[in-house]
């Protein structure tokens, strides 16, 4: 009975010993946010606003509007 006692114990004590190891730490890799530029240098709107407004001045006969 001792024998099997004291191979149970020998049994769980090097599973235990042997579970597991020092791993070396994994660093993750640094996240760069690009700056991204547009070409367009924020003239899109002012000219989207002058073609409504030419729009607009050629749309109009320049007279009164009927009664």
């Not at 579970?19 to 996240?31: L, Q, R, Y």
């Not at 991204?36 to 050629?58: E, F, M, R």
Request: proline share 7%; net charge negative.
């Amino acid at each position: 009975m001792k024998k099997l006692i004291l191979a149970s114990v020998l049994a769980l004590s090097t599973t235990t010993a042997f579970a597991g190891g020092m791993a070396e730490p994994v660093m993750e890799p640094e996240v760069v946010a690009a700056k991204t530029s547009s070409s367009a240098g924020g003239i899109i709107v002012p000219l989207l606003l002058l073609l409504v407004v030419a729009a607009a001045i050629a749309g109009s006969n320049g007279g009164e509007p009927p009664v």
